[in-house]
């Protein structure tokens, strides 16, 4: 990576303003983000080479979390420090998380439209975007035979007994799985160099470390502590970007009975029709339980994790990519993603929402929409939600 001068440091309230500006522009999923943040910071500010943005997006996708924000967070860290990283998140992350906030007071407000048809609509289109994601992910991350297998066995065991503890343990197995057929997870990239390091990263690990074993300490649900603790579990455990949270949150909102699934998929719909990251599904969770406080305990909850592990992995990230059983390691748990994922696309976000020959037809025409005419996520949505008003 290009050494990153300290001469050159930006203002935390500029760094606030660009990244405010690409939260409130940014629709479109992860993926699109990244387009955007190499547009504006390679292409048009140069404060990264091409080299160094894909050094960048290359740790923050070998981390839990999301990776878009983490990104963010990193270009933040580089050329404003702790300030900046702080600026960075906040900016993009507010416009979405405002909005996945008030949505949250819209149904507790007006509790009956959380059945309404068009609450119907947009379940069938979470149908046709985990679909997809899964589709995309699973080219991308199964290659070959061995992670089609490695994922399908995790699906299938997810299926059979979907504790929270067995989704930690099958990514344990597919790690050990990943070692043991000593996959490939592509060439490492040639050494990278940053001119400012973090200090003490250890610090960070033991953080992240001690906060998810409170996390697993059972407390009385609907608490706020309660919503820390699980949107701390879904941010630190989470591999592969956004939709992979959809597993670990509906085990712990809808699976304990503490959230009808249709409120719960109506905000993960919601959550694709706004710009930004869509961890912010994590506000509309926490504005549902306990208001204005549970949606800001349940945003910083969930992208705390990810953060520490930014600022813990960075400094030792030379050392991770070069380490041929960690990349094997990686390639398992990669393709336990898929698997998780896949086996939330059948439980609840089919078994919720498909319920006869229409509505199965319907999601397969909004999945082509989205997968064959290219249709935006962010357009889609509203579209199936007015056709869920007009079909049921």
């Given at each position: 990576m290009t050494e990153t001068d300290p001469s050159d440091s930006v203002s935390g309230w500029h760094i606030f303003k660009i990244f405010l500006r690409l939260g409130l522009t940014s629709f479109g999923g992860p993926a699109a983000h990244l387009g955007f943040f190499h547009d504006e910071f390679v292409t048009r500010r140069k404060w990264l080479s091409s080299e160094a943005f894909a050094e960048v997006v290359a740790?923050?996708?070998?981390?839990?979390?999301?990776?878009?924000?983490?990104?963010?967070?990193?270009?933040?860290?580089?050329?404003?420090?702790?300030?900046g990283a702080f600026a960075a998140w906040l900016g993009f992350t507010l416009p979405s998380a405002v909005l996945m906030t008030l949505f949250a007071f819209g149904l507790a407000f007006w509790p009956e439209a959380g059945s309404g048809g068009w609450v119907h609509g947009l379940?069938?289109?979470?149908?046709?975007?985990?679909?997809?994601?899964?589709?995309?992910?699973?080219?991308?991350?199964?290659?070959?035979?061995?992670?089609?297998?490695?994922?399908?066995?995790?699906?299938?065991?997810?299926?059979?007994?979907?504790?929270?503890w067995m989704q930690l343990l099958l990514l344990a197995l597919a790690a050990m799985a990943g070692i043991?057929?000593?996959?490939?997870?592509?060439?490492?990239?040639?050494?990278?160099?940053?001119?400012?390091?973090?200090?003490?990263p250890w610090m960070f690990a033991v953080a992240f470390v001690c906060?998810?074993?409170?996390?697993?300490?059972?407390?009385?649900?609907?608490?706020?502590?309660?919503?820390?603790?699980?949107?701390?579990?879904?941010?630190?455990?989470?591999?592969?970007?956004?939709?992979?949270v959809l597993p670990w949150l509906q085990e712990g909102f809808v699976e304990t009975g503490q959230m009808?699934?249709?409120?719960?998929?109506?905000?993960?719909?919601?959550?694709?029709?706004?710009?930004?990251?869509?961890?912010?599904?994590?506000?509309?969770?926490?504005?549902?339980?306990?208001?204005?406080?549970?949606?800001?305990?349940?945003?910083?909850?969930?992208?705390?994790?990810?953060?520490?592990?930014?600022?813990?992995?960075?400094?030792?990230?030379?050392?991770?990519?070069?380490?041929?059983?960690a990349r094997a390691a990686l390639a398992g748990v990669n393709a336990g993603v898929v698997g998780l994922l896949l086996a939330a696309l059948y439980d609840p976000v089919w078994t919720s929402a498909v319920r006869g020959s229409m509505d199965f037809a319907i999601a397969l025409l909004l999945w082509l929409a989205l997968a064959v005419l290219r249709w935006p996520v962010w357009g889609l949505a509203p579209v199936s939600a007015i056709l869920g008003i007009m079909l049921f």
């Open positions: 740790l923050c996708q070998l981390l839990p979390g999301p990776a878009s924000s983490q990104v963010g967070l990193t270009i933040g860290l580089l050329r404003g420090r702790y300030q379940k069938l289109f979470v149908v046709a975007v985990v679909v997809q994601a899964v589709w995309q992910m699973g080219r991308a991350l199964c290659p070959d035979m061995s992670r089609r297998v490695l994922a399908l066995l995790v699906a299938s065991a997810l299926l059979i007994a979907g504790a929270a043991g057929l000593s996959l490939s997870a592509g060439s490492p990239i040639e050494p990278m160099t940053i001119g400012w390091q973090v200090r003490k906060l998810l074993v409170l996390s697993l300490i059972p407390l009385a649900p609907g608490s706020l502590a309660w919503v820390g603790a699980e949107l701390y579990k879904a941010g630190a455990l989470v591999f592969g970007g956004g939709h992979v009808p699934a249709d409120t719960f998929l109506a905000g993960y719909g919601a959550a694709q029709a706004v710009p930004g990251p869509l961890f912010t599904f994590s506000a509309f969770l926490g504005g549902i339980e306990e208001g204005v406080p549970g949606a800001v305990i349940a945003l910083l909850a969930v992208f705390l994790p990810g953060t520490l592990l930014v600022f813990a992995g960075l400094p030792l990230w030379r050392w991770v990519r070069k380490h041929p059983k």
